[in-house]
């Protein structure tokens, strides 16, 4: 495979004009930690844009960052640690699921738009997404947005970016909003709830006054896998509810104290503090019990979108019927679940219960041959598809960046 690495945009805009000359559809990636999700793709040539690594500007007063698609996440996070600020809508680590080194980019988190437990109150990738410089599928850079959180130039298209996973444009460049990073937390844990008794208290601490900031249920097995804080929470053999409740310190501590009281008919609470836990939501957020070296590292891993309201009968449905181990966070709207081994990941089953309760399902990890055999992310409706496949040709009409990553090629 041939290996374009590029310095500057002028490089990818290059890149890109050869590629559309010579018909040569491109592989996009930063480091290449997420390069296991997704339909496998047929090319030849790699571009590469680990170069494009700088910090453009910081301005911690106007709470923005614009940094280049390359920059590693990890140095971008510790830059906002060294001023007390975070992306707030908790970006996935995916190295332990996939099995991957720790070497995520800023652009591969944007283009995957995995946000993390805060979701249900910061919002998603997307939303933090000020702007962005990129290069089209004609070899033509352009910017979308601007670096102001109240951007009114046009069409917001820089949004469309989140979550495209590299089939729109070349990313080189993007402004984000960051936030201050909450003074204290305090967790609540309720220990041997079953899903659906545990779907309903955390429906009750979302709808409470006391602006619950993380909601999450781990079944007894996942405890079990789980390790580090997780691991030290309690019984193996007992399911963990979670809920998390930011800010100054006496603000935290007197919200966590009345949702525990007005919690009580579920059971007593436990409150874990500060840097304990943050390392649960951390584990949380990165999927930790179905790592790929743990008990479950064998299995293949869905990402399923669902109403809150239906997630604890969905989730409890796939563990008695499928088998399936089961993680839920967003209140119930998100879960995670690990099924056993099988030619379609268990694909036939599971997309029609999920797609009965108005959700959708991702294929998050599974083997290069299970990618094949099956669609990794959930198929549209055919009025949704046409309306995709437009946008998509309206930046890429030759289909030259990452072909084929998110919509199956019938097999030739």
Not at 22 to 35: N, T
Not at 296 to 323: E, M, Q
Not at 349 to 355: C, H, Y
Request: net charge neutral.
């Amino acid at each position: 495979m041939d290996t374009l690495k590029v310095r500057d945009a002028q490089d990818v805009e290059q890149v890109v004009r050869a590629a559309l000359a010579s018909g040569q559809p491109l592989e996009i990636v930063g480091h290449g930690s997420k390069r296991g999700i997704g339909q496998p793709m047929a090319t030849n040539a790699l571009l590469d844009l680990s170069a494009l690594n700088a910090v453009s500007s910081y301005e911690p007063n106007e709470l923005i960052i614009t940094v280049q698609a390359g920059a590693p996440l990890d140095d971008v996070t510790s830059l906002l640690d060294s001023k007390n600020q975070q992306f707030a809508f908790e970006p996935m680590n995916t190295s332990r699921l996939l099995g991957t080194p720790d070497i995520g980019t800023v652009g591969g988190m944007i283009g995957a738009g995995l946000a993390g437990p805060r979701r249900i109150k910061a919002g998603g990738a997307r939303d933090h997404l000020l702007g962005a410089h990129a290069v089209s599928g004609f070899g033509d850079s352009f910017k979308a947005g601007g670096k102001v959180v109240k951007n009114v130039t046009g069409y917001d298209l820089c949004k469309l970016l989140a979550g495209s996973w590299g089939t729109l444009a070349v990313m080189t460049e993007v402004t984000l909003k960051v936030m201050p990073r909450a003074e204290s937390e305090r967790t609540l844990v309720l220990h041997g709830l079953d899903d659906i008794r545990a779907n309903r208290a955390m429906t009750a601490a979302l709808g409470s006054p006391f602006d619950v900031s993380g909601a999450a249920h781990l079944p007894g097995a996942a405890v079990r896998a789980g390790e580090g804080p997780l691991a030290e929470l309690g019984s193996p053999q007992q399911a963990l509810t979670l809920l998390r409740l930011e800010g100054i310190t006496a603000s935290a501590a007197h919200r966590a104290a009345s949702l525990v009281t007005a919690l009580a008919d579920f059971g007593e609470a436990g409150i874990i503090e500060d840097a304990t836990s943050a390392a649960i939501w951390n584990s949380v957020r990165d999927c930790v019990p179905f790592a790929a070296s743990g008990a479950f590292g064998d299995r293949p891993v869905w990402r399923i979108v669902c109403p809150p309201a239906s997630g604890g009968a969905l989730g409890a449905g796939l563990a008695r019927d499928a088998g399936a181990e089961v993680i839920y966070d967003w209140g119930g709207g998100l879960i995670w679940a690990a099924l056993p081994p099988s030619a379609d990941a268990g694909a036939a089953m599971l997309r029609p219960r999920v797609e009965a309760v108005g959700g959708h399902a991702t294929l998050l990890r599974a083997s290069e041959a299970v990618r094949r055999a099956v669609d990794v992310f959930h198929p549209q409706a055919n009025g949704l598809a046409s309306l995709s496949e437009r946008v998509r040709r309206s930046f890429d009409p030759n289909n030259i960046l990452n072909r084929g990553r998110m919509v199956r090629r019938p097999a030739t």
